[in-house]
């Protein structure tokens, strides 16, 4: 039995190199090795050239000047960056200049400590954690003293520069004024943000210390998004198995929505896992479903991130609905999240809160609510179920009444 599972589960299978699928999820030193072989120059190259002139003067010994990225997210800031770092980092080491990149990932929201913390481990290549609790002047002390003995040019990649939560004043202004002038290599930096408002809101001297150039990532098209999809098909998955339209199918789904490649590459990924488990072979049809079953995971997130009232009020929505063919009033609505309350011993809260909560909801599409006119009784609002049948199983047999 198990044979034959593992060789008719290895007779279905699409992907030949899964690491190329997922480049996110990789370390460093190893998504710039598969990013080598996946990264779409061609549809970045404006970019590119335009990076290429600012750095030029390093080949020179002159210190190029600071870079700020903007874009919104999936549009390839970060692969671009880092594929254009390596490839310079390889171009000066067969001219023999001294020139060095780290990257630091701020993908993550963090403090200005872990901010600090972030550049440490970047520098001394370490993945060794500093202990909480030590000053952040001692942690800077430790991070010029890391590079005390460097020479010619390192860049800073910072990704996400925006995601400083607390202090990011502190954390800038050191890389800024204090980090050049203590360290004998020469520094430069590259910043990425979505946030197109980030530098607004940054202490003017800051900013105008950095001297720095700016930079501006538009979304990808279908077209775009199509030949990426394409690479990465040939580079990673068996050929043979994938079906033109499904490609095809994704770079409309992800350029339709807002031209994001990662969500793109998602789809890709999820649909790949989907044929595998069915027939082997890629086409629309597992496309489909998997854009369905991420709409799932998408929804069923959101709803775990309600708050309690929010959730008692959906789930009295919903068990509502149940009951009366698929469209209730807000008022029968109410009667049954009151009995939801109830069953879960919490204080249901009044009808025109639980009112406001059921905009709140239909707002983010949770619910649909459609103002109805009955004449002279007012207006009322009647509700109907906007969610996938999947999500509404879960949520209806959660939910502590019958
Ligand atoms: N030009 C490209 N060629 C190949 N893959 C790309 C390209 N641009 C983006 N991607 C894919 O999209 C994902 C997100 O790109 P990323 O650079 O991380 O976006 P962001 O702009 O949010 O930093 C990458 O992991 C990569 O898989
Ligand atoms: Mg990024």
């Not at 190893?30 to 335009?50: G, P, S, Y």
Request: charged share 25%; with cysteine; proline share 3%.
């Amino acid at each position: 039995m198990i044979r034959h599972a593992f060789a008719s589960a290895g007779a279905r299978k699409i992907a030949l190199h899964s690491s190329f699928l997922d480049d996110e999820k990789l370390p460093e030193p190893e998504r710039v090795a598969v990013l080598h072989e996946i990264f779409h120059r061609n549809i970045r190259i404006k970019q590119l050239e335009r990076l290429a002139n600012f750095m030029a003067p390093i080949m020179g010994g002159y210190l190029p000047p600071n870079v700020l990225i903007y874009g919104p997210s999936g549009t390839g800031k970060s692969v671009t960056s880092l594929h254009f770092l390596s490839s310079l980092a390889h171009i000066c080491e067969m001219q023999g200049i001294a020139f060095r990149y780290c990257y630091v990932d701020l993908t993550t929201p963090r403090s200005c400590f872990g901010a600090f913390n972030e550049l440490a481990i970047a520098l001394d290549g370490s993945v060794r954690r500093y202990r909480k609790g030590i000053a952040l002047e001692q942690m800077q002390e430790m991070i010029v003293a890391a590079l005390m003995n460097a020479t010619g040019f390192l860049c800073i990649l910072i990704d996400e520069a925006d995601n400083v939560t607390t202090d990011a004043d502190i954390f800038l202004t050191f890389l800024a004024k204090t980090f050049p002038k203590r360290i004998p290599v020469r520094v430069f930096y590259v910043f990425l943000t979505n946030r197109l408002e980030w530098e607004k809101n940054l202490d003017p001297r800051i900013v105008s210390v950095l001297k720095k150039q700016d930079m501006i990532f538009e979304p990808y098209d279908a077209l775009d998004l199509l030949e990426i999809l394409r690479l990465r098909v040939e580079k990673a998955l068996d050929v043979s198995r994938v079906d033109e339209g499904a490609i095809r199918k994704i770079a409309a789904y992800a350029s339709r929505e807002t031209g994001d490649a990662r969500k793109a590459v998602e789809l890709l990924s999820k649909a790949v896992k989907v044929a595998e488990e069915r027939s082997g072979r890629l086409t629309e049809e597992e496309v489909d479903i998997a854009e369905h079953s991420i709409e799932v995971d998408k929804t069923e997130e959101l709803i775990r991130s309600l708050a309690l009232q929010q959730r008692l009020a959906l789930q009295g929505c919903y068990a509502g609905l149940g009951k009366h063919r698929n469209r209730i009033s807000t008022g029968t609505a109410f009667e049954y999240y009151r009995q939801v309350c109830e069953a879960a011993s919490v204080r249901p809260l009044t009808q025109r809160r639980f009112s406001d909560m059921v905009s709140f909801m239909d707002l983010y599409g949770l619910i649909c609510a459609r103002v109805m006119s009955k004449g002279r009784y007012g207006k009322t609002r009647e509700l109907s179920s906007s969610l996938p049948v999947k999500v509404i199983e879960g949520l209806v047999s959660n939910t502590p009444i019958a």
